[in-house]
């Protein structure tokens, strides 16, 4: 399952399925990206970070990949498993701003 | 990864009483620490960065005096918000920065949900 942009804050997937989060991020001149998962009440957690000079990185079941033209972000879960449902935000950071600014998140419901 | 531990996880006080939210790094060392707030089903918004051995720098709209932000060790940043009211109803939650300029992770501690009667 996909969804685009942010005119979609929930994404319901069947487990097992692959998802796609995507995320438009504000600044041109932004260098670092970060996946967050925070399920409900908790903090959020690090999933996978990447700079700009990549366009895509791997990590365990996750890739995140970045086109910096369209300042466009974009989270694949692989296999998405009950225990993936949570809301997800992507961060920016920019140089000469000292902390990270967050997305409006997208929930991820997965369906036994 | 770094472990943040924020306590309390939750807290209920009456109106006019002021709350203590407390930020530990518990295995590693943070010169850097932000404080969040989160409404229900919306983003994390940033309230303050908090620097050890010096005043924290507030966000736009974030009234000092109201959020009282004390980093005195390389570990330790504490959120007191004086006089609660209702509207200060909300879910906070403190960040550590780890790593050099190249190479910086923030990780979170578990939040504070905090209720204003």
New interface residues.
Partial sequence: GENVGLHLPTLSVQEGDNSIINCAYSNSASDYFIWYKQESGKGPQFIIDIRSNMDKRQGQRVTVLLNKTVKHLSLQIAATQPGDSAVYFCAENYPGRRALTFGSGTRLQVQP | ?AV?S?HPSRVICKSGTSVKIECRSLDFQAT?M?WYRQFPK???M?MA?SNEGSKA?YEQGVEKDKFLINHASLTLSTLTVTSAHPEDSS?Y?C?AKVGGTLN????????T?LSVL
Wanted: charged letters at 15%.
């Fill in positions: 990864g943040v924020q850097t932000f919306k983003s994390l940033l960065t720098t879910f939650i960040s910086e992770k923030l990780f979170f501690g578990s939040g949900q």
